[in-house]
């Protein structure tokens, strides 16, 4: 049975296209979910994604603007971001997420992945 821990797992840069987020990414064939910290004062540039995801707050604060709702969330909140949906993000504090995203095969998945 495959199991990981997310202290022995290599944080890299991810996704440097849309931020500055550190984090690991465990993949499985149907599904993605990754480990994610932004440095307070940074941001997630507007963009839209192919793939459904959802970003669970483990602390922190941000500004999530998804489509055309924007809402400050914290930890304890979830945010669904349905696939082509153009989204941003302003982190208000240091944030940390885990986030879930549905997978294609690794040759599509997107850059700085794991």
Do not use: C
Not at 74 to 82: E, P, T, W
Not at 101 to 112: R, S, V, Y
Request: hydrophobic share 40%.
């Amino acid at each position: 049975m495959p199991s990981f821990k997310w202290s022995e797992l290599e944080a890299k840069p991810l996704y440097p296209e849309h931020s500055q987020a550190v984090g690991s990414i465990v993949r499985g064939e149907k599904i993605a979910v990754a480990r994610v910290r932004y440095p307070a004062g940074t941001e997630v540039k507007a963009h839209a994604s192919g793939r459904e995801q959802i970003h669970s707050i483990l602390r922190g604060q941000a500004r999530y603007r998804v489509g055309g709702e924007e809402k400050v969330v914290g930890a304890g909140d979830a945010v669904l971001i349905r696939p082509n949906v153009e989204h941003a993000v302003q982190i208000l504090e240091d944030l940390e997420v885990i986030g879930f995203q549905d997978e294609g095969p690794l040759a599509t998945a997107p850059p700085g992945g794991a």
